[in-house]
């Protein structure tokens, strides 16, 4: 009777450690293949800079490459697009801006997908506030100087964007609401000839990326008031946050990682812990601070709620201002 009890043990222990086996290759089953991330914008920008850093430490994290992939056009729509028609499998992923997840399907009518139906929330990836640049000859050195010309020359004061219904469009069209300034927007097609005719004189000040502006900076062919954030930034610790001189006023600009609907959720969680460790890599960490990023890596249940807050947001301030798409 021993050995018959002692035997019965044994098989009941292999057979445990057989099913935990099952279960450890049914979880390491994903992903036994690339993964392909997919950017709506062209490489060089902060987007992409970001990405391709990552991706090698996600590689490495996962066991297999991830490769980064660019599908330009239409202000990400393209790129967007593309993913939402992939296989819900986790190997079809697409990083995108607030403008890819919440300005354009505000503005944007019959879009060829809808971000909620479509797409399942990973995580926010990163977030970075502007920096409000102005060109040196404009008489004011503090942000409340400049609401106090802009409301003295009501339309005569004359900010710059990369173009019409982007962000940068929304930081001005946001502040003239929040101060009640009368700014005109000059809509340029893309940020370098925004800021080449700032640095001209052609416009008096901008709402940019500080990865974009930093080094005219730092040769004084440009000036900084404050940045959109809520707090002063570890880059530039003397610039004073935007929120000081006007409270509530806040724009952050930030990238998240989304997958098709449907993506089974243990394959989410598991993209979701990656993206959160590879975060914290000397190399990550050092490209995100050298760009003003800061690194983020939060739930997808967060970064969900974060994807309506925003997109009823900027509703709003879209109805307000009568901004169109082009």
């Given at each position: ?67 980064v992939e660019n599908k330009a056009g239409a202000g990400g729509i393209i790129g967007m697009q593309y993913v939402a028609r992939t296989e819900a499998d986790g190997y079809n992923l697409f990083m995108g801006t607030m403008g890819n997840f919440s300005i354009t399907p505000a503005l944007v009518k019959d879009l060829p997908y809808q971000v909620y ?210």
């Amino acid at each position: 009777m021993f050995f018959r009890a002692l035997f019965v043990k044994i098989l009941i222990i292999i057979q445990s450690l057989f099913l935990i086996q099952i279960s450890n290759l049914h979880a390491q089953s994903y992903p036994n293949k690339s993964i392909h991330i997919t950017i709506g914008f062209p490489p060089g920008g902060a987007i992409d800079t970001i990405m391709r850093v990552m991706a090698p430490k996600m590689s490495k994290q996962l066991g297999q490459s991830v490769v980064v992939e660019n599908k330009a056009g239409a202000g990400g729509i393209i790129g967007m697009q593309y993913v939402a028609r992939t296989e819900a499998d986790g190997y079809n992923l697409f990083m995108g801006t607030m403008g890819n997840f919440s300005i354009t399907p505000a503005l944007v009518k019959d879009l060829p997908y809808q971000v909620y139906r479509d797409f399942q929330p990973i995580t926010q990836v990163a977030a970075s506030p502007f920096i409000i640049f102005i060109n040196p000859q404009l008489p004011v050195k503090t942000l409340a100087e400049l609401i106090a010309f802009a409301k003295a020359n009501p339309k005569n004061v004359y900010f710059s964007s990369s173009g019409n219904a982007g962000l940068p469009h929304m930081a001005g069209e946001m502040f003239n609401q929040a101060t009640g300034t009368q700014m005109i927007h000059v809509p340029y097609k893309g940020s370098a000839p925004s800021i080449t005719d700032l640095m001209g004189g052609q416009v008096q000040l901008t709402f940019e990326a500080i990865a974009i502006g930093l080094p005219h900076l730092k040769s004084g062919r440009l000036k900084a008031l404050a940045t959109t954030d809520n707090k002063r930034l570890t880059i530039l610790p003397d610039l004073p946050a935007a929120a000081e001189t006007v409270p509530g006023y806040v724009v952050k600009n930030w990238f998240g990682l989304a997958a098709p609907s449907g993506i089974p959720m243990d394959r989410v969680l598991l993209i979701q812990k990656v993206v959160s460790l590879v975060l914290q890599d000397p190399e990550v960490l050092k490209t995100l601070v050298d760009l003003g990023v800061e690194p983020i890596g939060d739930s997808p249940n967060q970064f969900g709620a974060l994807v309506r807050q925003e997109t009823e947001r900027w509703q709003k301030l879209l109805q307000n201002s009568g901004i169109k798409s082009d």
